[in-house]
């Protein structure tokens, strides 16, 4: 249905701005440095799902008009940032139960712990201010409106560019993960590298909060 020039055009474009870390690139590696592997696998998986849900706004039309009106736009990157901050916040205040976190034996509630973590993900992918740009603004040229199908042209199209963030995400994270073991070796390390991550979230939120459109 989409043209493959099209196709391998778009995907050279999401790579370039995919490449450029952003908001949900720090947010999993702060996830990995505070929690470990298995949270940045569940934070990327929840990233690639928020975004995807950015593409099917556009594709049914909303995207346009968060794009178009600085007010959304606004209400939208402020939302997700106070998030970040939130989140920044607990990783600090729990920087001290790091350890706890690293056993092998599962502790009761993990698989809800994986789900909060999801929906974290999901939150931070919806919000993210180079997302609803990119997907708004770019993905749009990209369609053969004379081919028809827009709606599900968009929806294809998305894909291309949530396949590069999954694994470049995912290797962001699995390398961050890794980083951690180091710090495993020390409670003190524990509680500095979940402080650290805490921060960089805030950081995070602060700086999504005060950059972007302005108009």
């Not at 909060?116 to 939150?123: I, K, M, S």
């Not at 740009?133 to 894909?159: E, T």
């Not at 951690?180 to 921060?199: E, I, K, P, T, Y």
């Amino acid at each position: 249905m989409v043209p493959l020039d099209r196709v391998l055009t778009f995907a050279a474009m999401s790579v370039l701005v995919i490449v450029i870390p952003g908001p949900s690139v720090l947010f999993v590696i702060g996830r990995a440095l505070a929690h470990g592997r298995r949270t940045a696998m569940a934070t990327v998986l929840g990233n690639v799902l928020g975004s995807y849900v950015l593409v099917v706004a556009v594709a049914l039309g909303v995207g346009a008009v968060v794009e178009r009106s600085a007010a959304v736009f606004t209400a939208v990157k402020l939302a997700g940032a106070a998030y970040l901050v939130l989140l920044g916040v607990q990783a600090f205040r729990h920087r001290g139960a790091m350890r706890a976190a690293l056993r092998d034996t599962p502790q009761p509630g993990a698989a809800r712990g994986d789900l909060r973590t999801l929906v974290d993900g999901v939150v931070v992918g919806v919000t993210n201010p180079k997302g609803i740009v990119f997907f708004a603004a770019v993905l749009p040229q990209f369609v053969d409106h004379a081919a028809g199908g827009v709606p599900a042209q968009m929806l294809l199209l998305g894909l291309v560019p949530i396949g590069i963030g999954l694994v470049t995400d995912t290797l962001w994270g699995l390398g961050a993960a890794a980083a951690r073991g180091w710090f495993a070796r020390s409670d003190r390390r524990l509680s500095m590298v979940g402080g650290a991550g805490g921060c960089a979230m805030i950081g995070l939120g602060v700086t999504v909060a005060a950059t972007g459109r302005a108009d």
